[in-house]
């Protein structure tokens, strides 16, 4: 199972949106509205952001969103603040009843 | 408040297995429609999905690692285990445990993860 393909990193000012994409198969992310998103800051436990594409966690700011195309499935964060600088990844359910991750994004907010 | 903890040899050297243990508590591992996972992230990489677990038993693995990786659970201690054979420097990683909520792309909570290093 390949890794989903995300964009290494990205960048963006406070108050902006920005948009990190996530791009998989029909297998994968193509195939199922099974897609998560998570943030994680180096030495912590990764945190939930979106979940079965669109949904959002309780307690999760709703500047965080997520949506599916085909098979590429997006995070958009909205009004960018420095605490969201951070790693990102995207999951997916597989067509072998497995998971697979993304290879992460790191967000840079300047 | 459900909390995952890893723990385990941090140092494993090349060719020896790696054991790790998720220890569960707030909750109890045995609760129905929750599956119990291992994902670890080696150094600059992505997260890395390796397997889970329901509490009857029941498993799924990664299919590039199925070969070396064996979870287990232990309901008594609500405790799953991670056995990962014949490592090489690139399982070096940090493994996180995690709960997935079946029916759904839910992983979480998450555990702090913990490094383990294969070196000699």
């Known amino acids: 199972q390949s890794a989903l393909t995300q964009p290494a990193s990205v960048s963006g000012s406070p108050g902006q949106s920005i948009t990190i994409s996530c791009t998989g198969t029909?297998?994968?992310?193509?195939?199922?509205?099974?897609v998560s998103w998570y943030q994680h800051h180096p030495g912590r436990a990764p945190k939930l952001m979106i979940y079965d594409v669109s949904n959002r966690p309780s307690g999760v700011s709703n500047r965080f969103s997520g949506s599916k195309s085909g098979n590429t499935a997006s995070l958009t964060i909205s009004g960018l603040q420095a605490e969201d600088e951070a790693d990102y990844s995207c999951?997916?359910?597989?067509?072998?009843?497995?998971?697979?991750f993304g290879g992460g994004t790191k967000l840079t907010v300047l | 408040q459900l909390q995952l903890q890893e723990s385990g040899p941090g140092l494993v050297k090349p060719s020896e297995t790696l054991s790790l243990t998720c220890t569960v508590s707030g909750g109890s591992i045995s609760s129905n429609n929750y599956y119990w996972g291992w994902i670890r992230q080696p150094p600059g990489k992505g997260l890395e999905y390796i397997g889970t677990i329901y509490y009857s038993g029941s498993t799924h693995y990664n299919s590039s690692l199925r070969s070396r990786v064996t979870i287990s659970v232990d309901t008594s201690k609500n405790q799953f285990s991670l056995k990962l054979s014949s490592v090489t420097a690139a399982d070096t990683a940090v493994y996180y445990c995690?709960?997935?909520?079946?029916?759904?792309?839910?992983?979480?909570?998450w555990g702090q993860g913990t490094l383990v290093t294969v070196s000699s």
């Open positions: 995690a709960r997935h909520e079946g029916g759904s792309s839910i992983f979480g909570p």
């Open positions: 029909s297998s994968d992310v193509g195939g199922y509205n099974y």
């Open positions: 999951s997916s359910f597989t067509s072998s009843s497995t998971w697979v």
